[in-house]
């Protein structure tokens, strides 16, 4: 395989800093560059996590089960009450609210923010009157503290609709900023106005000397037009062009003129903004490359340039807000980041394209901006908005059936804690199709484990009024952290059985921070499982950058360290192939999936454990099944209540040895392989 020149100059300065980053030995730095967009998102992060946790509290004190909506109470008049007390801390952060909407602002967009004004209707905040409170209008107290399902479902309708609206009116206005002409044009000006025939009053009065005539015109000047002898009677001075000068007053050529100058003043500002940017954010040749490599894994070439060429304006935003180039790898371990933030439209915390409205957070709003801007079939990702997400998890809901007798077992997890009878009804994955290059020896297998506290949990499912969860019944079903320890057992036997690695697997586990669990068999499963401590938030990505971690200490030598952006790996690099166990949505999932999207060298197979008859379970499963059919490097499997475990296991495992296979291949799979310590 012939090596990337930029790849073998970073490998050789990598191998003489003995494997790590050797300030002087190049000129990558890992001092990153920072911006008015990083500097607003440090303020921000500073108290993001705490005021979410805040009002996941409050939401959860007050009986609150829906994240979209905050508690209310029945009375304007301040108190002390936990709910005063969380808008008092909103309140506070007013500057953080103004600094980060400075910073990624377009032109001609106002501050606001849902803070109650005296005059409502004097308000900058589009939200403030034309939306209906989820608790309806007046009545006794007790009804102004619970949501109504009637009025939850008007204020979702309008929200959308007014999402909608002002998205679609926000992308005209930004495209109509765009430079009409190309700003990497230096003669543009000139080409521009000479097409205004424009003529001075001095070159009018000019008596046709000839050091004027035949000059080239100056660089940025107009260039000079025919005679004044030489002009019908009809476009000579007026004899009204004096006064008009007299008092300001200008023609229509010379507004047209000053309007073209602006212009063209206007995009070189924004061309010098851009090359300042990208010198600052990508110093140097492998930076450069890594950026480059990035932009290509994910498919975004095209559109990239299109945008640097002819919409300079939000090349620029998008620019400063990272989208063009690799997650950097210490936004893994932050608990918040420009990643992590929330958008919140009727709140006026904006994301950073101009359609930012309806999405979460900023990494689902970035996620849906590369999907709906890569090379390949055409057609629009579009996030389905909460309604449509909730029909289409009832029907997905909806197709789950008996799954196949064959592949019964006494030995199950429900069988042997006697949880219910029988199996729970499945969704049927899509027939096996390969996408990606099937397994091959040298290829590196390893699993990560969620272990946040939802994993020890008694398995609940919502309940539903329309679209307003309004409490929780328990599911007859093991655990998940049970059904995850039997499905792990049953896929390291096969896999040993397979390519006869007896000493095992890596395992690493995630909540809030990872750890490396060990090289775990059949034989020392049950020892490491004990040592295994279950609690905490769910945060793939601290458990990716782990696994990442792992598979390149075993492998740096055919890899490259970039302080900013972490492990790149080359042309040797073997393959990883991850087994991702979930229990439900990673906080930053979206990051996660995001990252997968520039990756050429992981092969990730999910595996989704669900409450029986969940809707958010197959609101996630969708989303998931969203990113595979998008993404070749990442397939998914999901199974709820009673779980088949042979049957989810035989489905891993074509996912990630990458072919179909057969049920007789997998039964001889199932043999105990023989351990040997």
């Not at 008049?77 to 909407?101: G, T």
Request: with cysteine; glycine share 6%; proline share 7%.
């Amino acid at each position: 395989m012939k090596q990337d020149p930029s790849f073998t100059h970073a490998k050789a300065t990598h191998k003489q800093s003995g494997g790590k980053q050797a300030p002087g030995n190049n000129a990558t730095t890992s001092r990153r560059h920072v911006n008015a967009v990083d500097e607003a998102a440090t303020l921000r992060a500073k108290d993001e996590q705490m005021m979410q946790n805040a009002l996941q509290n409050l939401q959860l004190r007050y009986r609150i089960y829906n994240p979209e909506i905050e508690p209310e109470h029945e009375t304007e008049n301040p108190c002390s009450c936990p709910i005063h007390q969380y808008q008092r801390m909103k309140r506070s952060r007013r500057n953080v609210l103004e600094q980060w909407s400075a910073a990624v602002m377009y032109p001609g967009e106002k501050v606001y923010n849902d803070f109650i004004p005296r005059t409502p209707l004097f308000s900058n905040n589009p939200y403030l009157l034309r939306i209906t409170s989820p608790y309806g209008f007046g009545g006794s107290s007790w009804s102004r503290s619970h949501p109504q399902p009637s009025y939850h479902v008007k204020f979702i309708h309008q929200t959308i609709q007014l999402n909608n609206s002002l998205n679609h009116e926000a992308q005209r206005k930004v495209d109509a900023l765009e430079p009409r002409n190309s700003i990497w044009e230096d003669r543009v000006p000139e080409m521009a106005m000479s097409q205004l025939f424009v003529t001075s009053e001095k070159d009018k009065l000019h008596n046709g000397n000839d050091d004027i005539k035949g000059c080239p015109p100056e660089k940025g000047k107009l260039p000079p037009t025919s005679r004044n002898n030489d002009l019908p009677e009809s476009t000579k001075v007026s004899r009204f062009s004096a006064f008009r000068k007299a008092v300001g007053i200008k023609s229509s050529e010379e507004r047209a003129v000053a309007k073209t100058e602006k212009e063209y003043n206007k995009g070189l500002e924004t061309r010098n903004n851009i090359l300042q940017e990208e010198a600052a954010r990508w110093p140097d040749h492998d930076t450069r490359q890594i950026v480059a490599a990035y932009q290509n894994k994910v498919g975004m070439e095209t559109k990239i340039a299109h945008l640097r060429a002819c919409q300079p304006l939000q090349y620029l935003h998008l620019l400063r807000a990272g989208y063009f180039e690799p997650i950097p790898v210490a936004w893994a371990d932050q608990p918040s980041n420009i990643l992590t933030f929330s958008i919140e439209a009727a709140g006026g915390w904006r994301g950073i394209t101009p359609s930012w409205r309806g999405y979460e957070d900023t990494a689902e709003e970035r996620l849906y901006w590369v999907l709906n801007h890569r090379e390949g079939p055409a057609g629009v990702r579009m996030k389905p908005d909460f309604i449509s997400e909730m029909n289409m998890a009832r029907d997905r809901m909806a197709k789950a059936v008996e799954p196949p007798p064959d592949y019964y077992s006494a030995n199950d997890t429900c069988h042997l804690q006697h949880t219910s009878e029988g199996y729970s009804k499945q969704v049927m994955p899509p027939p096996f199709r390969s996408s990606d290059r099937p397994e091959v020896p040298t290829d590196d297998t390893m699993i990560l484990l969620d272990v946040s506290g939802s994993m020890d949990f008694d398995p609940l499912r919502p309940n539903y009024d329309q679209y307003l969860i309004t409490g929780y019944s328990h599911s007859t079903q093991p655990k998940n952290k049970d059904v995850a320890k039997a499905v792990i057992r049953r896929f390291i036997d096969a896999m040993a059985n397979h390519d006869h690695e007896f000493r095992g697997y890596d395992l690493v586990t995630f909540s809030s921070h990872a750890k490396f669990a060990g090289t775990v068999n059949h034989t020392n499963l049950d020892a490491t499982w004990d040592k295994v401590k279950i609690g905490g938030g769910t945060r793939v990505m601290t458990g990716w950058q782990r696994v990442k971690q792992r598979h390149f200490e075993k492998h740096s030598e055919s890899a490259i360290y970039h302080p900013i952006y972490g492990w790149q790996a080359g042309p040797e690099t073997p393959m990883l192939r991850l087994l991702l166990l979930l229990d439900g949505e990673a906080t930053d999932m979206d990051e996660f999936e995001l990252e997968l999207l520039g990756l050429s060298w992981a092969h990730v197979t999910i595996f989704l454990i669900g409450v029986d008859g969940c809707p958010h379970h197959h609101r996630h499963a969708n989303e998931l099944q969203r990113i595979s059919d998008v993404n070749h490097h990442v397939s998914f499997v999901d199974a709820q209540g009673n779980t088949p475990e042979r049957f989810v296991t035989h489905e891993l495992l074509k996912r990630h040895l990458g072919y179909d296979l057969s049920m007789s291949e997998f039964q001889e799979l199932e043999e105990l392989p023989p351990y040997v310590e």
